[in-house]
């Protein structure tokens, strides 16, 4: 199916575990980038990238790992988890040029118990 | 440091009224982005603005951005209850392709 899959859709996983959430898109948008989203902080940026092999701390980054090795794949990993990042994720692409819009994933909802 | 603003953070008003969201934002910026995010759901572009003076309008939305004093306005005319939602503005940081969210405004419209 055309368009930007996060998978897993729900995880629970426990403090200290490393956990990764996946981000495809079909699109072959340049830009991606991953959200995580909390009661009364909005969306906030975690890492985003340019293309593969090219990634970027948003202002959030401490704690995640991403990686793009392939244009279509933007991987996050949370390396040891923290019941701090319990919340929802959510990965977005868009293409290149000033007037195009972010088009974003269903999101993940990880919880750290 | 890009930091973006939005207020209020909730909204309750009646069907058939009228208000306005507003999202401030701290740099230069050229390009500004509304969504829409219903409970438990994704996130749905509305309107991007890339120009001072930007309006545009779909439905009972409307959407302008004022540059110069780094103000975006979100204004609803006649609400009704489908408008019940989470509003988000985005804004891209100048020279940079990322972008950054306000804290979202919660509205509920009452029938």
């Known amino acids: 199916d055309a368009g930007i899959t996060q998978s897993p859709r729900y995880k629970i996983t426990e403090t200290g575990r490393q956990v990764t959430l996946m981000c495809h898109q079909t699109w072959s948008h340049s830009y991606m980038f991953w959200y995580r989203q909390d009661l009364g902080h909005g969306l906030r940026l975690i890492y985003y990238?340019?293309?593969?092999?090219?990634?970027d701390k948003g202002e959030v980054p401490d704690g995640y790992v991403v990686s793009r090795s392939k244009t279509e794949n933007f991987p996050l990993t949370l390396e040891s988890a923290t019941r701090s990042q319990t919340s929802v994720y959510f990965c977005?692409?868009?293409?290149?040029?000033?007037?195009?819009?972010?088009?974003f994933g269903q999101g993940t909802r990880l919880t750290v118990v | 440091e890009l930091k973006v603003e939005q207020n209020p953070l909730f909204l309750s008003m009646q069907e058939g009224k009228n208000y306005t969201i507003y999202c401030n934002y701290s740099?230069?910026?050229?390009?500004l982005y509304w969504y829409r995010q219903d409970p438990g759901k994704s996130l749905e572009s509305l309107f991007v603005?890339?120009?001072?003076?930007a309006v545009k309008q779909e439905g009972r939305l409307m959407a302008s951005l004022d540059t110069k004093a780094r103000l975006s306005t979100l204004h609803i005319t006649a609400a009704v209850h489908d408008l019940s939602a989470t509003y988000f503005c985005?804004?891209?940081?100048?020279?940079?392709?990322?972008?950054?969210f306000g804290t979202g405004t919660r509205l509920k419209v009452l029938a």
């Open positions: 985005a804004v891209g940081g100048s020279g940079t392709y990322k972008y950054i």
């Open positions: 990238s340019a293309a593969a092999d090219i990634t």
């Open positions: 740099t230069t910026s050229d390009r």
């Open positions: 977005a692409s868009r293409a290149q040029g000033a007037g195009t819009e972010a088009f």
């Open positions: 603005l890339l120009s001072n003076g």
